[in-house]
């Protein structure tokens, strides 16, 4: 199957500062990319959609400023979230879908645990 | 809106014994369904899904799910429960294009030896 890569598979970081997260299509081109979080004990939760060349689509709720994403390439997306806080902490999962015969499924990264503190 | 829930926060079986691990969606439309599994420090992979095909739907790993829209049901059974499939295991519907996804909580299957 296609292979999506998340980097990294967790962080530590202080207060305040900002942290990027990877999301690469490795052996396929993704015109769309979802970003997910989810909570201890609760579900995914869907965040933003992303095309390829165009800006993201945010869920309500989610602010777009303080979750940066670029998908600068068919191959790569990037979440970024800025002046983190502990709240933020989290585990944060990307999805990519393909052209043609890769677009009936969504293949996962690993996900990115993130804490802050 | 699609909404998905599952029935069991956890299930704990032997090994060698069937899994059953319950879904019951909501929506307002034919859905599309799936089951994804999640291993620890892993990605997610989909075991199977349903797309207005047969109701009966065969995954990998001996895995299959039954869609039952009078029951508003896609249950996801297995006959003999493996040690590898101690997993974690997510029931999703997806919107009307098919891609973006409406997740369960999650169940955590647990198999004895």
């Known amino acids: 199957g296609a292979v999506v890569s998340q980097h990294p598979s967790w962080v530590i970081c202080k207060s305040g500062t900002s942290v990027k997260i990877e999301c690469r299509s490795l052996?396929?081109?993704?015109?769309?990319m979802f970003w997910y979080r989810q909570f201890p004990k609760q579900s995914l939760m869907l965040m933003a959609t992303?095309?390829?060349?165009?800006?993201?689509?945010?869920e309500q709720g989610v602010e777009k400023d303080k979750f940066l994403i670029n998908h600068a390439s068919l191959t790569l997306s990037t979440l970024t979230v800025t002046s983190a806080h502990p709240e933020d902490s989290s585990f944060y999962i990307c999805s990519a879908v393909g052209t043609g015969t890769m677009n009936t499924e969504a293949f996962f990264g690993q996900g990115t645990r993130l804490t802050v503190v | 809106a699609q909404s998905v829930t599952q029935l069991d926060s956890h299930v704990s079986v032997s090994e060698g014994t069937p899994v059953l691990l319950r879904c019951n969606y909501s929506s307002s439309y034919s859905p599309s369904l799936f089951w994804y599994v999640q291993h620890p420090n892993k990605g997610l992979q989909l075991l199977l899904k349903y797309t207005s095909a047969a109701t009966l739907v065969k995954g990998i790993n001996g895995f299959e799910a039954e869609f039952k829209k009078s029951e508003t049901s896609f249950h996801l059974t297995k006959p003999s429960a493996h040690m590898s499939d101690a997993a974690e295991y997510f029931c999703?519907?997806?919107?009307?294009?098919?891609?973006?996804?409406?997740f369960g909580a999650g169940t955590i299957l647990r198999v004895k030896s």
């Open positions: 999703v519907v997806s919107d009307l294009n098919g891609n973006k996804l409406v």
């Open positions: 992303s095309n390829e060349g165009s800006k993201a689509t945010y």
């Open positions: 052996d396929f081109q993704a015109t769309t």
